[in-house]
């Protein structure tokens, strides 16, 4: 079974800053899926990022940006130039390549969360 | 808004009651999950629906727990005999076929409390 760690339960950040959150996972799998969610105060949750475990770049979407260091199973997500609206959990999540018995049918497997604050 | 919802918002019930919650899935989406997420924790799946068929079950899921997809497009998870450990946000979230992308689309959640 896959575990997801996020050792940060809160972090604070001023605004325009950059803040790094951290995530390692456990898994014996080759071919899997690595996602950032984010997850504000009494609203649903979105997709921040996504990193596939194939690819040696590191995925980027505007602000925020990952480092993925797939032998020590670490997926770290970077937000630069902070801003109030980032304020949320964020939640770093595994999903495992494949369907059926041998697969995971694509279902996530979360860590614990850490509650990012950006403070004005 | 053709996102993923979910009704009732909210849910208060006492202890021994059954509960039942909906989700309407994004229309073209046929993949569909339910999560729970508990106070202080990360969500857990629960039950994954391809169409109409339920294809996984955790073993979070007890026999008090069921869901349904009766013709592949909204789902229902019912808890019969409620107890207080069932409090928790329930999660759906949808997908397309693989073609579409592995992205999972969440609703904004159903929050039970069991008195």
């Known amino acids: 079974a896959q575990t997801v760690t996020q050792s940060q339960p809160e972090m604070s950040v001023q605004e325009a800053e950059t803040v790094t959150l951290s995530c390692t996972y456990d898994?014996?799998?080759?071919?899997?899926?690595l996602f950032w969610y984010k997850q504000p105060p009494s609203r649903q949750m979105i997709l921040v990022i996504r990193?596939?475990?194939?690819?040696?770049q590191n995925a980027t979407e505007n602000r925020f940006s990952v480092n993925f260091q797939k032998a020590a199973k670490s997926f770290s997500l970077k937000i630069s130039d902070s801003q109030l609206g980032d304020t949320a959990m964020y939640f770093c999540?595994?999903?495992?390549?494949?369907?059926?018995?041998?697969?995971?049918?694509?279902?996530?497997?979360f860590g614990k969360g850490t509650l990012l604050t950006v403070n004005p | 808004d053709t996102g993923v919802s979910q009704n009732p918002r909210h849910k208060i019930t006492k202890r021994g009651q059954n509960v039942t919650f909906r989700c309407d899935p994004i229309?073209?989406?046929?993949?569909l999950y339910w999560y729970r997420q508990t106070l202080g924790q990360g969500p857990e799946f629960l039950t994954y629906?391809?169409?109409?068929?339920?294809?996984?079950k955790s073993r979070l899921l007890s026999d008090r727990f069921s869901a349904e997809r009766p013709k592949g497009s909204f789902s229902t998870l019912e808890i019969q005999r409620t107890e207080q450990g069932d409090s928790a946000m329930y999660l759906c979230a949808s997908r397309p076929g693989l073609a579409g992308g592995v992205e999972q689309f969440f609703g904004p959640g159903t929050r039970l409390t069991v008195l």
């Open positions: 898994t014996s799998e080759n071919n899997y899926y």
């Open positions: 629906f391809q169409n109409e068929a339920q294809l996984e």
């Open positions: 999540a595994f999903m495992k390549h494949g369907v059926g018995s041998g697969g995971s049918n694509y279902k996530l497997t």
């Open positions: 990193q596939e475990a194939y690819k040696q």
């Open positions: 229309s073209e989406h046929n993949r």
